[in-house]
């Protein structure tokens, strides 16, 4: 938790969004014409490198007060959804996507 005063101390937090139609994607397995991708990342510590593997295991957290819950229930929702989430992280930048199936009867005629 130390790491993270300090790391704070000299950077400006910083949170982006970003969304966008993904072609042929991947999702669990199964090949989707198209997917709603939203891209979420911060410009934080980034996720230790010994959990990056299990970061969505529950109870596996690198916070001292973490509880490890959060991002489990995050990926169990997107299952329920058709959907899944990925991490992607270094010192300084994490970026968790989202994808969600995006079926062709969705779209207003």
């Known amino acids: 938790m130390t790491e993270n005063k300090e790391f704070f101390i000299d950077h400006q937090p910083e949170l982006i969004l970003r969304t966008r ?19 979420i990342e911060d410009n934080g510590p980034g996720v230790p490198e010994e959990i990056i593997e299990s970061v969505f295991y529950p109870l596996v957290t690198g916070r001292a ?4 819950l959060g991002l489990s229930i995050a990926q169990n929702i997107m299952h329920q959804h058709n959907g899944m989430i990925e991490c992607q992280s270094v010192p300084g930048k ?9 079926e062709s009867d969705h779209v207003a005629k």
């Open 65 to 68: 007060k973490g509880t490890g």
């Open 21 to 39: 139609i993904q072609r042929l994607v991947t999702i669990n397995g199964v090949l989707k014409r198209s997917a709603v991708r939203i891209d």
């Open 94 to 102: 994490t970026v968790f996507s989202l994808y969600l199936p995006w």
